[in-house]
């Protein structure tokens, strides 16, 4: 059973360029969280999604992020127009469905993806 | 907002030595995870609770939900237990702490 798969792990963009971060969920899980983690900063929840729905975003900023987890195929997390501030590593994490919320699951974290901004 | 404080900040400790760190929270929470980060930065999920103790090969995880306070204990500390420590609580969504960095001399 594979953990939680992010790719790449490692990106370069040049400011003004688009950034797309990939997060394969653990098999059979259906919650994915997306977290920011700016250089010498503790993580920063950003992004709450199930399948094809957002469920809490008040962690991102309201400009040119957005993050999508469609029925098929694995959660995006996209920068538009990626400034220098943009530079961390995100993290993504999954959790299994229960019933109601998930709010009692242990989340499984992937790798993480470094994104720097020249 | 819940107001997530770790300490110590920074923990060096000779092979062997038995280690604690300590996490604090100001609201109540449904849940407390003790995550570890690894010098090449990935993280690993090493507890989830909310009440009691747990415990998993060297590594023991207590909480006291009253005084808003968890601890994760190492017994028999080895080198490659040199991590960054990171709690996080659970409310609606997971708030973390900053961290403890552990380094431990061989």
């Known amino acids: 059973n594979a953990g939680v798969m992010q790719n790449p792990r490692h990106l370069v963009r040049r400011r003004g360029q688009e950034a797309r971060l990939r997060c394969s969920p653990m098999?059979?899980?259906?919650?994915v969280y997306w977290y920011r983690q700016l250089p010498e900063e503790g993580l920063k929840f950003m992004v709450y999604?199930?399948?094809?729905?957002?469920?809490?975003e008040s962690g991102m900023p309201k400009e040119r992020f957005s993050a999508e987890f469609p029925k098929e195929g694995p959660s995006i997390l996209r920068i538009q127009q990626v400034v220098r501030g943009d530079s961390a590593a995100y993290f993504c994490?999954?959790?299994?469905?229960?019933?109601?919320?998930?709010?009692?699951?242990?989340?499984?974290f992937g790798a993480g993806t470094r994104l720097s901004v020249l | 907002k819940n107001e997530v404080e770790q300490s110590p900040q920074n923990l060096t400790a000779q092979e062997g030595e038995f280690i604690t760190i300590n996490c604090s929270y100001s609201?109540?929470?449904?849940?407390l995870h003790w995550l570890q980060q690894h010098p090449g930065g990935g993280i690993v999920s090493l507890f989830m609770?909310?009440?009691g103790k747990k415990k998993h090969g060297r590594l023991i995880a207590t909480i006291n939900i009253q005084e808003k306070h968890s601890s994760l204990h190492i017994t028999a500390s080895h080198p490659r237990d040199s991590a960054v420590y990171i709690c996080?609580?659970?409310?609606?969504?997971?708030?973390f702490g900053t961290g403890t960095r552990l380094t431990i001399i061989p």
């Open positions: 994490a999954s959790s299994p469905p229960i019933s109601g919320r998930a709010t009692r699951n242990i989340q499984y």
């Open positions: 098999k059979g899980h259906s919650h």
């Open positions: 999604l199930q399948k094809e729905n957002i469920i809490d």
């Open positions: 609201v109540g929470i449904s849940a």
């Open positions: 609770l909310s009440s």
């Open positions: 996080a609580v659970r409310d609606e969504k997971l708030t």
